[in-house]
């Protein structure tokens, strides 16, 4: 589903070399994790495959369902089926969140040469979403994040993913700012949307996330290159033994 | 009270006024004849304004006061007029001349409306208002402009509020003629516990100078919602000259979506205490557009709340002016005064230009003010984006998000709703070219 090949990128403005030649494959159906010291690219990963302004990619592909994505605009990139969960979700006052989200499910829908989803449909749908998440009728109206919780927050972007029905699904640090219950809950909605044409991408420093979304691989990566890979064992390693032997193999 | 130093004005300057005025012809008879004689003394002394001039430091005033007006071409949005589902009842101008057939009825319960050309008593209640707001609104600054209006303008409402109105009054100004040069003079008289909603909406004329006295009595409350229409040529200077009772509310929202010239001037006084005056405008210029809101709050009461909301989104070349006064009188104590002016620059190309004033003689108030320049925020374009919207969709959104605050001062829903809609057109045709 995404290919990731030898990929290389600098920071635009500077000359700093973030990720190294990564490779990467993760198949429709699974789950792959992404752990790393701070500082190894983890973040910069997401960015770069969602389509965030500042990054040059000097080398490399990276591919999703075959089409080569890192010419296409970011909301060319969603229409395609890339969804990134932000570990900060962005504050945007003024504009409803209902607005906001039903934009956004016509808009990839247009792009893609599809019939945009009745008014009716969507409040239909994003309701009983919304219930699950335990996201009240105030909080759909609101601003998007605007005034929201971290967890509020969180909840709010798997919402999103919920209604767009991404085909790859990147968690930036879902879990920063969350405390265990708010975890717990927003991982019953990434769970909920596992299916075997759906693949994920978690990134997170900590494997405690991991114990809630279960790992199909686990991918360990420092100082811009994957260096390990494994199974889930994989995480509770990191757990006991810390970043620092990856390190030094890097 | 120190203040702006009233500087002897240049001879030469006096004379091009003298020669100005000359040329017209002031209105004749009537209970608002001694105003306009005293207006028209007070402007000969004064003079028009000139570039030169200190509260004229970031507007060109001269194509405002020249003899010859430059041509304006009428513009047909081909869509109906804003406010238009609305039940109102209608005051149409045309070119700054009263439109019978188009306005309706004048009768409504709780309010007097009269047109200022016709009304003849010889003691007319708006003869304690008509000139006198104006006149008191000329210190510490100077505004020629509206002096040339109390002596000059031959016609406009005078609506006097005994009660709660059931529904808005609306002024339409249409445009009709590319050469027009209209004045009108408004009064608004809001007896104790009256409440009215004032809407404006329309180009009014190639050059517009309109003036709005409102005298707000306690307990009465007045609305404001105006929009400037959006034909692209046109210049307007306005002022509006309001004075709070106690417990009084007084609310005011511009919307100006293009226009070459405007110079909005809200000029208010509360001499009430516990009185609330918010003041917001929203403005969007692409181009050749120059827009400039000066205003200027005296707080002279206690306990006392002022809202300046100014937002102005500025693209290729457009100019945003922002001069904001808030005065605190000795003995204004428990003032809360808010001041914040904004603009949203969508290019290098624009500019915006911003004087927050503060002038506190109270010792126990709260007075903010804060003024920025900012381009879009490129963390919310990429959330935006990176869930589908395009990039120009996305931009507009946050647009909407950035006049937000001046929009929301809007108290009625639907007039808010209303408004949101006519800036979401605006910039969808704006991407759509």
């Known amino acids: ?250 | 009270m120190a203040m702006l130093k009233k500087k002897a004005p240049d001879q030469r300057k006096l004379d091009a006024t003298a020669t100005r005025l000359d040329g017209l012809q002031r209105p004749t008879g009537g209970w608002a004849e001694p105003a306009r004689k005293d207006a028209e003394a007070r402007l000969r002394a004064m003079g028009l304004p000139q570039g030169r001039d200190e509260y004229w430091k970031y507007t060109r005033p001269d194509t405002l006061t020249s003899a010859e007006v430059t041509p304006a071409a009428i513009f047909d949005a081909g869509e109906p007029q804003v406010f238009h589902a609305f039940d109102r009842l209608k005051i149409v101008f045309t070119d700054g001349a009263f439109d019978a057939e188009a306005s309706d009825d004048l009768s409504l319960e709780n309010v007097e409306i009269e047109r200022l050309r016709e009304s003849s008593a010889d003691i007319h209640w708006a003869r304690d208002v008509y000139g006198v707001l104006e006149a008191r609104g000329q210190s510490p600054v100077e505004r020629p402009l509206a002096a040339f209006n109390t002596a000059f303008a031959e016609d406009g409402v005078l609506i006097r509020v005994t009660g709660k109105v059931s529904k808005p009054i609306c002024l339409i100004y249409n445009h009709a003629s590319e050469t027009s040069d209209a004045i009108l003079h408004h009064v608004v008289k809001v007896e104790e516990g009256g409440e009215l909603t004032l809407l404006e909406n329309g180009p009014a004329a190639a050059r517009f100078n309109k003036c709005m006295e409102i005298d707000v009595a306690d307990r009465a409350t007045f609305r404001h919602i105006r929009t400037q229409g959006r034909d692209h040529e046109r210049r307007a200077a306005t002022h509006i000259f309001g004075r709070l009772g106690e417990e009084s509310v007084f609310k005011s929202f511009t919307l100006t979506a293009n226009g070459v010239m405007t110079r909005n001037e809200v000029v208010l006084e509360l001499t009430g205490d516990d009185a609330v005056a918010h003041i917001a405008g929203a403005c969007m210029g692409d181009g050749d557009f120059h827009h400039d809101d000066t205003v200027f709050i005296t707080h002279d009461a206690v306990n006392c709340e002022s809202r300046q909301v100014f937002k102005k989104v500025l693209r290729n070349g457009a100019v945003g002016v922002f001069q904001g006064k808030i005065l605190v009188e000795k003995g204004a104590q428990k003032t809360d005064g808010y001041q914040i002016s904004q603009s949203l620059l969508l290019d290098d190309n624009s500019t915006f230009q911003a004087k927050p004033e503060l002038e506190i003689y109270a010792d126990d108030v709260a007075c903010s003010h804060g003024s920025t320049s900012g381009a879009i925020d490129e963390e919310a374009l990429f959330y935006l984006r990176s869930r589908g919207i395009p990039e120009g969709e996305a931009t507009d959104y946050l647009t909407l998000a950035f006049l937000a605050e001046a929009v929301q001062e809007i108290d009625d829903e639907a007039l808010q709703d209303e408004i949101v809609e006519r800036i979401s057109a605006w910039l969808f045709r704006r991407r759509a070219r």
């Open chain 1, 1 to 250: 589903m995404l290919e990731i090949k030898n990929l290389h990128v600098k920071l635009e403005e500077e000359d700093k070399q973030i990720l190294k030649g990564v490779d990467l494959t993760v198949e429709a159906g699974k789950v792959h994790a992404i752990m790393g010291p701070n500082g190894s690219g983890k973040s910069t990963l997401s960015y770069v495959l969602s389509g965030r302004e500042g990054y040059e990619v000097t080398d490399g592909s990276a591919t999703l369902l075959g089409e080569d994505i890192l010419d296409l605009e970011p909301e060319e990139r969603a229409a395609a089926g890339m969804f990134l969960a932000f570990q900060y979700p962005v504050e945007i006052p003024g504009v409803g969140n209902m607005t906001f989200l039903r934009s956004a499910v016509n808009a990839q829908r247009k792009a893609r040469g599809e019939e945009e989803m009745s008014s009716s449909d969507f409040l239909k749908e994003i309701r009983a979403k919304a219930k699950e998440l335990q996201i009240d009728a105030d909080m759909l109206k609101r601003p998007v994040n605007v005034g929201f919780s971290g967890g509020e927050k969180k909840r709010n972007e798997i919402l999103q993913m919920a209604m767009l029905a991404p085909k790859l699904c990147i968690l930036d640090e879902t879990d920063s700012g969350l405390d265990v219950d708010a975890m717990k809950l927003v991982s019953e909605g990434v769970n909920a949307l596992r299916s075997p044409d759906r693949g994920f991408l978690v990134i997170t420093h900590y494997q405690r996330l991991l114990d809630h979304i279960k790992p199909d691989v686990v991918h360990i990566m420092s100082d811009g290159k994957i260096v390990k890979t494994g199974g889930p064992e994989l995480a509770l390693e990191v757990e006991n033994n810390g970043y620092a032997e990856f390190q030094e193999t890097a």
